[in-house]
């Protein structure tokens, strides 16, 4: 029964523990919003931003050296003396100009000795020449000659030939047609002969009449003057052909001792022929032997007129020039700056790139161009070249020596003539540009994990969360390409205030916000 009673006492102990906690807990709470409401309830201060458009760039500042277009430095190409300076600085000089004359009298004696030689050898030259031309002309009548022998068998002896015995052979055919005709009269005469022995037979039986035996001793006699017609033809054929025969070995014998003749000629011309052309190979020899001495000579009359040349320094290119370093009689060595020209028509600025800055830069890129110093005149110009390959920077820049450094080049739009060679200029490289965007305060940009929002001030003075999406940045500003209109109000949280939805915010150096403002 007492232990009954014991914890009985113990559950109402632990019952009314619990219930002074829990009543704790409520007042507590209930002070924390109480001091929260009536907290959120104070307008908190802000500064205000109002959304407008505006140009962006985005930009890269960099220094750079000025220099003329085709800027050059001269130098002594060997050891000498000034011997003449023909321009004065500031001078403006067309290419080839001669600007400075070194001294050497031994190559310039050198020079006229060869130029003699030189004379005297082309003297030889033409008179070789015009003993090639003589062995030419010579070379040209022997092979005339030559032809003209070669071609003598279209003469009537030679051609007659054929016709001859085209002759001959009709001769022959035509005697073989008349024994023909002798053999048929033979025939004929055979056969009227052996008729009238038969005939006279007869007429001694008495069997024919006499008129009948004359008319085949008429026959047989007619019969005989055919054959002697017959063979009279054939033996005045044979007659014509053997004349044919022996006119045929005239023309033959004629033909013989022409081409004896004519190879004799032809002989001696071919002969003749191969006496001008060796003629015409020596004189031709001697030709190639004079020009190639000549040439020789040529050679090294060039070779001494470069090393004077050498000694005369002449403009590269059209421009002025800038500064001159040595004086009439200075003896200078080999490499040592005698002379600076540029072209003051176009002016440019050679510059070092970070690589990071490099991958950025392109051609045309747009550029402002400053003389470094107070209330500086700005000039515009355009990305002119980038190199393709980087290199360590100087070990004397500390800075840099150890950063990659990639060279450019920038082309001001029009000479400014303000811009001294050799000095320090700013550079201010337009990257990207945006024009007439929605332009924002970095500052008021907020971020939410990923996301980006501004605290947008409605009529009612009070803030919300509005998302926005961020296009070009620049170093102070950026571009708001969605979520806020022209016009639209944003606050921006002072170092100590915190904003949350719906607070009601009021301007540093005003009164809390309202429909009115």
Known sequence: MQQLAKEKYQSGVKWLTWSAVLAVVSVGGWLVYSSRFQESSQPVEVRLLTVEKDTLEEVINQSGTVELAEQQTLKAPADGTIESILVEVGDFVNAGKRLIVLRDPEAQTKLEDHQLQIQQQEIALTEAKSQVTAAQEKLKTAQEEVERLKNQDNRGSRTSIPAQKLAIAKQELNLTNLRADVTEAQEDLRVAQNKLATDEKLFAKGFIAENDLQSQKDAVRSAQAKLRSAQLQVSTALLELKEQNLALEKIESDLTKEIVEEESELAQAEA??????????????????????????????????????????????????????????????????????????????????????????????????????????????????????????????????????????????????????????????????????????????????????????????????????????????????????????????????????????????????????
């Not at 003896?331 to 002379?339: A, D, K, P, T």
């Not at 639209?488 to 301007?507: E, F, M, N, Y």
């Open 272 to 517: 003749s022929l191969q006496e001008a052309a060796a003629g015409l190979q020596t004189a031709q020899n001697q030709v190639r032997q004079n020009a190639i001495a000549l040439k020789k000579l040529q050679l090294e009359r060039q070779k001494i007129q470069q090393e004077l040349q050498e000694n005369v320094i002449t403009a590269p290119v059209a421009g002025q020039v800038l500064d001159i370093l040595v004086k009439k009689g200075a003896v200078v060595q080999q490499s040592n700056v005698l002379l600076v020209q540029g072209n003051p028509t176009e002016e440019k600025i050679k510059l070092q790139l970070s690589t990071l800055e490099a991958s950025k830069v392109k051609a045309q890129q747009v550029a402002r161009i400053s003389i470094i110093g107070p209330n500086p005149e700005s000039y515009t110009g355009r990305v002119e070249e980038i190199s393709l390959l980087a290199n360590i920077g100087s070990s004397d820049d500390s800075s840099n020596s150890s950063q990659a450094q990639v060279p450019a080049i920038i082309r001001l739009d029009s000479p400014t003539g303000n811009l001294i060679p050799g000095s320090q200029v700013s550079i201010e490289i337009v990257i990207e540009q945006a024009e007439n965007v929605l332009a924002l305060d970095t500052e008021a940009i907020q971020k939410d994990e990923e996301e980006s929002f501004v605290w947008l001030v409605d009529e009612q003075g009070k803030v919300s969360k509005q998302p926005v999406t961020i296009g070009l940045e620049e170093l102070t500003a950026v571009e708001i390409k969605s979520g806020l209109t022209e016009g639209s109000r944003v606050a921006v949280p002072t170092a100590d205030s915190t904003l949350l939805p719906g607070i009601q915010v009021k301007t540093v150096d005003s009164e809390q916000l309202s429909v009115e403002d």
